[in-house]
């Protein structure tokens, strides 16, 4: 790994949506900020429009905008972002599929799987269930990292007076409840066969990344519902501050919580979701969550990604000698 490190020495171009925030996602940020933190230099392109018109516009941007700037290694994250840059003759590019790229819907499944087999070099999904589904055999499983300094155990009763939280058991949903994906109407269902709990659900959304570690130490329990997921950071960084999870069984959650005592993986049916959430809460709140995510923070997945950077700029330097 280190020896990989050192011999990379460019910086890196990461390409992504602003459509929706107007800046990349926190993950892509968070990915960003582990790379610079072991000297990488990383700038970004931002898609900055919607819809087709919009990523072909980013397209003729993009490529006058590689033909006045050099970089080593472009990353693209999701799939629609890493097909533009395709087209804008970004190379040698590194492809992040995120989740929704690969589950979500057929027409896009079918495009990044054509450009997974013939057109990427390198190829980034998050997790095994994803790999399965893209049938991409050269992709690589690397998960977004944990910064394990940020997240961490704060005293609960700090945490509540600091955010102002009630006394009542909390259970924290971390999502935008507009997004179809996350099914904000199990968790509510849910929640009302728990009337007899005095739980209270809180649904937040759009939080600075450093205050989330306040948000789920403040938690008894961090749920989750989605439909599908890649590898929900949501999960990796509750358990960082031994903060319990229950979730529906989507992307590597059966992986990150297996020997962790205290959690629950349960279908997506309220009455089911319902009675992990007492199980969780007759457990208590002192799980071990942290000791399992080794190898999942943020420096040795930054370590993982220089490497496949490295691998595919060698390739591509290969390429045009020969």
């Given at each position: 790994?280190?020896?990989?490190?050192?011999?990379?020495?460019?910086?890196?171009?990461?390409?992504?949506?602003?459509?929706?925030?107007?800046?990349?996602?926190?993950?892509?940020?968070?990915?960003?900020?582990?790379?610079?933190?072991?000297?990488?230099?990383?700038?970004?392109?931002?898609?900055?429009?919607?819809?087709?018109?919009?990523?072909?516009?980013?397209?003729?941007?993009?490529?006058?905008?590689?033909?006045d700037n050099?970089?080593?290694?472009?990353?693209?994250?999701?799939?629609?972002?890493?097909?533009?840059?395709?087209?804008?003759?970004?190379?040698?590019?590194?492809?992040?599929?995120?989740?929704?790229?690969?589950?979500?819907?057929?027409?896009?499944?079918?495009?990044?799987?054509?450009?997974?087999?013939?057109?990427?070099?390198?190829?980034?999904?998050?997790?095994?269930?994803?790999?399965?589904?893209?049938?991409?055999?050269?992709?690589?499983?690397?998960?977004?990292?944990?910064?394990?300094?940020?997240?961490?155990?704060?005293?609960?009763?700090?945490?509540?007076?600091?955010?102002?939280?009630?006394?009542?058991?909390?259970?924290?949903?971390?999502?935008?409840?507009?997004?179809?994906?996350?099914?904000?109407d199990?968790?509510?269902?849910?929640?009302?066969?728990?009337?007899?709990?005095?739980?209270?659900?809180?649904?937040i959304?759009?939080?600075?990344?450093?205050?989330?570690?306040?948000?789920?130490?403040?938690?008894?329990?961090?749920?989750?519902?989605?439909?599908?997921?890649?590898?929900?950071?949501?999960?990796?960084?509750?358990?960082?501050?031994?903060?319990?999870?229950?979730?529906?069984?989507?992307g590597?959650?059966s992986?990150?919580?297996?020997?962790?005592?205290?959690?629950?993986?349960?279908?997506?049916?309220?009455e089911?979701v319902?009675?992990?959430?007492?199980?969780?809460?007759?457990?208590?709140?002192?799980?071990?969550?942290?000791?399992?995510?080794?190898?999942?923070?943020?420096?040795?997945?930054s370590?993982?990604?220089?490497?496949?950077?490295l691998?595919?700029?060698?390739?591509?330097?290969?390429?045009?000698?020969?």
């Amino acid at each position: 790994m280190d020896r990989g490190i050192s011999f990379f020495t460019g910086n890196v171009l990461f390409v992504c949506s602003a459509a929706r925030k107007g800046r990349c996602t926190e993950a892509i940020t968070e990915q960003a900020r582990g790379l610079q933190n072991m000297g990488v230099e990383v700038s970004f392109f931002l898609v900055e429009e919607r819809g087709v018109s919009g990523y072909l516009k980013g397209a003729f941007r993009l490529r006058r905008f590689l033909k006045d700037n050099h970089f080593e290694v472009i990353h693209a994250h999701y799939g629609l972002s890493a097909i533009m840059a395709s087209l804008a003759g970004a190379r040698p590019l590194v492809v992040s599929l995120m989740g929704s790229d690969v589950f979500g819907s057929w027409w896009l499944l079918g495009l990044v799987r054509f450009f997974s087999a013939y057109v990427w070099p390198g190829v980034i999904v998050k997790s095994q269930q994803m790999a399965k589904r893209l049938g991409a055999g050269h992709a690589k499983v690397i998960p977004n990292g944990v910064d394990m300094t940020l997240f961490r155990d704060i005293s609960r009763e700090e945490a509540r007076i600091k955010l102002g939280f009630s006394g009542q058991r909390i259970i924290l949903w971390p999502a935008n409840p507009r997004r179809e994906v996350k099914n904000i109407d199990l968790a509510k269902k849910a929640m009302a066969l728990l009337k007899d709990q005095q739980v209270e659900l809180k649904i937040i959304s759009d939080i600075p990344t450093e205050l989330m570690p306040w948000y789920y130490n403040a938690a008894d329990l961090v749920l989750l519902t989605s439909l599908w997921e890649g590898s929900p950071n949501v999960v990796k960084e509750a358990l960082a501050c031994n903060t319990p999870v229950v979730t529906t069984p989507v992307g590597d959650v059966s992986e990150l919580l297996t020997g962790v005592e205290g959690c629950e993986i349960c279908v997506p049916e309220p009455e089911c979701v319902a009675e992990a959430i007492k199980k969780v809460f007759h457990f208590g709140t002192g799980i071990n969550g942290r000791v399992h995510l080794a190898g999942l923070d943020i420096d040795s997945i930054s370590r993982r990604l220089v490497e496949e950077y490295l691998a595919v700029s060698l390739a591509g330097n290969r390429n045009r000698l020969k």
